[in-house]
């Protein structure tokens, strides 16, 4: 049907009619190519930022774990110098025996 109206058209010489009819179906196939294109990039912004922000707090997690294992093994170094005092000199310094070693 869309055929028998072209080849018409071409017939009797009116351009824009077929031109119209091409054009038409041209322009909605790049239009839906163009949104399909915009959706994907906007979909794709929204994973980066998910991305960024499990990013963000799987750096966090460590860094607390850090300040935690640097407390401790501060404590256990203190201690230990501790310990090593009282077998110098046989006495201890502010803390009691059990905490003295651990």
Known sequence: MILRRIAK?????EYSTPGLGL??????A????QVSKR?????DDLRGQQYLEWIGTD???PISNTADRLRFWTKVYDLGAQALRY????????????????
Do not use: Y
């Open 9 to 13: 058209s071409l017939c009797s010489r």
């Open 23 to 28: 054009l038409v179906p041209i322009a909605r």
């Open 30 to 33: 790049f239009a839906g190519i």
């Open 39 to 43: 959706n994907d990039d906007w979909i």
């Open 59 to 61: 750096l966090e997690e």
């Open 87 to 102: 077998t110098k000199t046989g006495a201890l310094a502010d803390t009691a025996f059990t905490e003295a070693t651990l």
